[in-house]
């Protein structure tokens, strides 16, 4: 079970690192992302996050028991993905928790009057 932990410990932390790039890019103009694609980014995050000590916590187990060089690099692989994964998901979490509120979802709830007195008065920028 080593390679299959390993496997997903390594796509956990590569799909964070493609993910926190491209909400970076958008935190300005959050309208371009709809209220399910962040509700799906906080929801798998939140989950991934909850339980990325399971990771930590089985590769204690295996190493109490008998265990060849290979293995132990493969458990001490397996940790550093998961303690490098954890700072990662919490910036896409408060990335994603910064874009909730001005999704397209949010803007098109808006009624015109509304929308155009808070470019006006710059709580919302005029999106480009």
Known sequence: ???TYLFLAKGQLEEAMNILPML???????????DD???????LHNEQL????IFIEQC??????S?????????????EQAQNYEP???QIL??????????????????????ALEVLMGKRKFPC
């Open 1 to 3: 079970m080593v390679p």
């Open 24 to 34: 970076e890019q958008v935190k300005h103009k959050p309208h371009v992302l709809c």
């Open 37 to 43: 694609d962040v509700q799906r980014i906080l929801k």
């Open 50 to 53: 909850d339980t990325n000590w």
């Open 60 to 65: 204690k187990k295996w190493r109490s028991q």
């Open 67 to 79: 265990s060849d060089n290979n293995q132990l690099k493969l458990m001490t692989e397996i940790e």
């Open 88 to 90: 990662i998901a919490k």
């Open 94 to 115: 408060a990335l994603a928790k910064f874009i909730e509120n001005d999704t397209i979802d949010r803007i098109l709830e808006k009624d015109d009057g509304e929308l």
